[in-house]
């Protein structure tokens, strides 16, 4: 249980309707602590490619300012994102390419949260060093324990109601947002 209310936010890595990570990450408010609540950050769907020219002529695009900002805003940030090529999908790094060239980046001193699943056995497990390798240079605050690598994800969700269908892995989900619940309180800029 959280001793204030924290207003933590998902950023989901997968653009894809029937996304596995999509579905994990709908279930997080339903596993959160009491006290913190979960919701879907605005969307970087409709972010260009990253080009510092357009960012020089044109400025930033609305969409990133409407990312960064509620990334400002939040105590928390949980990642929920496949892992593609042993990496980032080229549109989570693109997204965080874009916020991380404003002025006040908005990742500096923010606590962060990683989920990745797979249908694979290995659950994401590497792009989650690469994420956090970026948000070490982001100057982001990054929860090492417990780490949620969802392996053979299609055998642990219901493909028809996108639940979470395995106890053990809604028991360690519980376990991680419990565990960031108090990380923030420790080391967030709001604690
Ligand atoms: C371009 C691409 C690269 C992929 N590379 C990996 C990979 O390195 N490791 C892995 O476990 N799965 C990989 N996959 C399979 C994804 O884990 C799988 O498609 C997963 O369902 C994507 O997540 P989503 O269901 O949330 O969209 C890859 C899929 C795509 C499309």
Redo the contacts with the bound molecule.
């Keep these: 249980m959280a001793n204030r209310q924290l207003n933590v936010i998902s950023i989901?890595?997968?653009?894809?309707k029937?996304?596995?990570?999509?579905?994990?990450m709908n279930a997080l408010p339903g596993l959160a602590p009491a006290g913190m609540s979960i919701k879907e950050a605005p969307s970087f769907a409709a972010f260009p490619l990253y080009n510092a020219d357009v960012q020089n002529l044109t400025g930033f695009p609305a969409p990133v300012n409407t990312l960064a900002d509620a990334i400002r805003a939040a105590d928390g940030v949980i990642f929920?994102?496949?892992?593609?090529?042993?990496?980032l999908?080229g549109g989570l790094k693109n997204a965080i390419d874009w916020v991380s060239r404003l002025k006040e980046q908005p990742f500096v001193g923010k606590p962060i949260a990683i989920q990745?699943?797979?249908?694979?056995?290995?659950?994401?497990a590497?792009?989650q060093y690469d994420l956090r390798k970026m948000m070490c240079f982001l100057d982001a605050l990054t929860l090492n324990k417990p780490e949620i690598f969802v392996?053979s994800?299609?055998s642990r969700v219901d493909d028809k109601t996108g639940e979470i269908k395995d106890e053990t892995t809604r028991n360690l989900i519980k376990q991680q947002l419990e565990a960031f619940a108090h990380f923030i309180e420790r080391h967030g800029a709001k604690g």
């Design positions: 989901c890595g997968s653009l894809r029937g996304s596995f990570n999509r579905m994990v929920n994102t496949p892992e593609y090529n042993f990496s999908p990745s699943a797979s249908p694979g056995p290995v659950g994401g590497r792009v392996g994800v299609a």
